[in-house]
């Protein structure tokens, strides 16, 4: 959700609908012309692994540092943030052997990733992605010339656009005498796999990190079914009330372990899933500014009625690594008091409306990425939620979130409120693109606890629909085909939601007039009112739809609740 000060910038449409498609091909063709490896090829470059800080790497304007997480491999990453007037290119110099072939590759996450080598001394080479959740390696090959001795590997982002993620760099080729960081072993054997969580359709699991490994892949009764990067899976397509057999192997360039032990896991007897009572089967959310932005200035009680959760934007974030706490704007709310605030929410209650306090937006920079900042999100939050009455939270971190660690914070959560506790998330499109993304593997991780996941189709570029094709925001085609992935990859009809900006000043990109949201819920719930695209069967359960913001909204004369409340409450 955008912050005040400044609106996210959308995304730039024909670059992420080009890449989308470059994506679905790059799949198909990322091992084509791997040849084998001779017995003297090694990676030459150093510190590939950003093991070591950032030696042997020099970075512009200092714009890179290296991270804990997210990492592919190891213990560190390197993290490149770009500027207006820098692309954050970080260089090493790599010394190759003359008249030899060598494949560059390096594993990417986060915004526009650039791959590249100059000074060949024949054609130099790059490869570029754009925005990614997931890592996903980006790979290419080149020559040297007769005299050539050293190459230039560099990477790069996009001016002014989201910091990238970098991490296993190789240049894999002949050994030029350079030292380059050692070949690796073959992965020993995970330890640990749990069952986390499971559903009547999946099951969650996790297990401990393998030194030197770069992938894990997931065995169903003795058939590979995923392959990940991190430590947590979710399995899908599963049949009710029946049990499965599961083990996992940790993978990197030298090959795959043995087996782990094997775990087992019985799916419950019947679907749906979902925490919160209260609520009624469609449902609109809004969010509430604690700010003044331009928008209506509200208190609490001028939110209306049509709104059935209110999500009060933002907790902040304190200096202990995953907590957050909440301070109300009084002086930019015109004096709105804690106590005013806090017997709003009890009134709100009282009407039979729920109100969670949202953790993120735009700006937001609470970071859940161990154990330790688990408990600490969670206790902090519970404790909001006896100072202040919430109902619970919304997750809308726009910077990504690690699925392991925010699902236990969650979890743990739950277990101290109990089961009325309401979970909503707010994530951007290219989040839910996938199962394997942080945001869409949490959702699922916690689906038996969670209320809505209520995606943000705005601010967006074009993005892939269920059906593989490539839809532009701002369309029933593009709501119906991206819900479609998430109705279809494991959450509860009733777990998901539309998320729109109440009017066009309430987003940079993507506001939709009502009439268009309207369409899109019918044809989800009801085949009616469809564009070109035509979900293979319809969800009468589908919980409603969400708006940004209740202030924006109340600014164009309260026109989105009125059409898109009324209409989702109608709903079958």
């Not at 790059?126 to 560099?154: I, N, R």
């Not at 066009?504 to 007039?513: E, H, K, L």
């Amino acid at each position: 959700m955008p912050r005040p000060g400044r609106p996210r910038p959308p995304r730039i449409g024909w670059k992420a609908a080009t890449a989308a498609l470059t994506l679905t091909l790059s799949l198909a063709l990322s091992f084509a012309g791997a040849g084998q490896a001779q017995a003297a090829d090694v990676n030459n470059a150093r510190n590939a692994g950003f093991e070591s800080g950032l030696g042997n790497w020099t970075c512009s304007a200092g714009s890179g540092t290296t991270v804990s997480s997210p990492v592919h491999g190891g213990s560190a990453a390197l993290k490149a943030t770009p500027a207006g007037q820098d692309n954050a290119q970080c260089t090493q110099t790599v010394e190759v052997a003359p008249n030899s072939t060598y494949t560059l590759s390096a594993w990417v996450q986060g915004g526009y990733t650039y791959l590249g080598a100059t000074g060949t001394g024949t054609t130099d080479v790059s490869t570029w992605t754009p925005d990614t959740a997931a890592w996903k390696q980006l790979s290419t090959t080149f020559t040297t010339g007769a005299s050539t001795t050293s190459v230039t590997v560099y990477l790069h982002g996009w001016y002014g656009q989201a910091a990238y993620f970098a991490d296993d760099v190789s240049v894999f080729g002949p050994d030029a005498g350079g030292g380059g960081d050692p070949a690796p072993t073959v992965p020993s054997a995970p330890a640990g796999p749990s069952v986390t969580a499971t559903t009547s359709s999946s099951v969650s699991l996790s297990w401990n990190s393998v030194p030197g490994a770069t992938g894990y892949n997931v065995y169903r009764d003795g058939t590979k079914v995923a392959a990940v990067t991190g430590t947590s899976a979710t399995v899908t397509g599963l049949a009710a009330s029946t049990s499965y057999s599961f083990q996992v192997t940790a993978t990197n360039a030298a090959g795959e372990s043995a087996k782990s032990a094997a775990v087992t896991a019985t799916t419950a007897a019947t679907g749906g899933g979902g925490g919160g009572t209260g609520l009624p089967k469609h449902a609109v959310t809004g969010y509430w500014q604690n700010f003044n932005n331009g928008a209506t200035v509200q208190r609490i009680s001028d939110v209306p009625a049509s709104y059935d959760i209110i999500a009060v934007a933002f907790a902040d974030a304190t200096a202990t690594p995953g907590g957050v706490t909440f301070n109300l704007d009084s002086a930019g709310l015109g004096g709105y008091t804690a106590d005013q605030f806090k017997a709003d929410i009890k009134a709100k209650q009282a009407a039979g409306k729920k109100v969670v306090v949202s953790v993120g937006g735009q700006n937001g920079t609470v970071s859940v990425s161990d154990s330790a900042s688990a408990a600490n999100f969670a206790n902090s939050l519970y404790s909001l939620m006896q100072t202040y009455g919430f109902d619970g939270v919304d997750i809308d971190l726009e910077n990504g979130l690690n699925a392991t660690y925010m699902s236990q914070a969650l979890r743990t959560l739950s277990q101290k409120a109990g089961s009325s506790l309401i979970i909503t998330m707010a994530p951007q499109t290219i989040d839910m693109q996938s199962t394997s993304a942080g945001y869409f593997q949490t959702a699922l991780n916690i689906k038996d606890i969670l209320t809505v996941v209520n995606t943000q189709y705005y601010n967006s570029g074009s993005m892939l629909g269920c059906d593989g094709k490539v839809y532009s925001q701002g369309s029933v085609d593009f709501l119906t085909a991206l819900a479609c992935i998430q109705l279809e990859g494991g959450l509860a009809p009733s777990q998901v939601g539309l998320g729109l900006p109440a009017s066009p000043s309430g987003a940079g990109s993507g506001y939709v007039s009502p009439t268009v949201v309207d369409n899109a819920l019918d044809c989800l719930t009801k085949a009616a009112n469809c564009g070109t695209f035509k979900p293979s069967r319809t969800y009468p359960d589908l919980r409603g739809a969400m708006t940004w913001s209740t202030n924006w909204d109340a600014s164009s004369g309260n026109a989105w609740s009125n059409a898109v409340g009324a209409h989702v409450h109608a709903l079958p």
